[in-house]
């Protein structure tokens, strides 16, 4: 569900299109994939309750793995993130996104690939 609203801001936004062209996936990369890419995942699902029963709000926290060859991308994906990203509201394939706020990055080295990452956690209010 989420992944549908990520996708098509990834693809929407010039700045995200440009950087990553297309190069977005669930979960895991493509092998052998080309850099800068974005991995995108779910880390959590919380409904929202009220004192007499769950609300109609879902809470959805996801984590964004930028993966690039040098960390100026890295850093200029986070800022193009946080642009796209930030009080988002809007419907995207019959997705309601109340909002979204930026909740943290952290920056990651492999050794082993020589690559640079970020890894950027978002927080969606999704209407179910």
């Known amino acids: 569900m989420i992944g549908k609203v990520i996708k098509s ?12 062209g297309g190069r977005i996936f669930p979960s895991i990369g493509a092998q052998a994939q080309a850099t800068p890419m974005v991995v995108y995942e779910v880390t959590s699902i919380q409904t929202e309750g009220s004192k007499d029963s769950d609300s109609h709000i ?19 994906g986070v800022s193009y993130i946080r642009s796209a990203f930030v ?33 950027v956690d978002l927080q969606f209010r999704i209407v179910k």
Do not use: M, P, W
Request: negative net charge; hydrophobic residues 35%; aromatic residues 10%.
């Open 58 to 76: 879902d809470s959805v926290s996801v984590r964004l793995t930028i993966i690039a060859k040098n960390y100026s991308d890295i850093d200029l």
């Open 87 to 119: 009080r988002l509201d809007t419907t995207i394939g019959g997705v309601i996104v109340q909002s979204c706020e930026f909740e943290g990055k952290r920056d990651i080295f492999s050794e082993d690939e020589h690559t640079y990452g970020g890894q």
């Open 9 to 20: 801001i990834f693809n929407s936004n010039s700045n995200l299109s440009t950087l990553f």
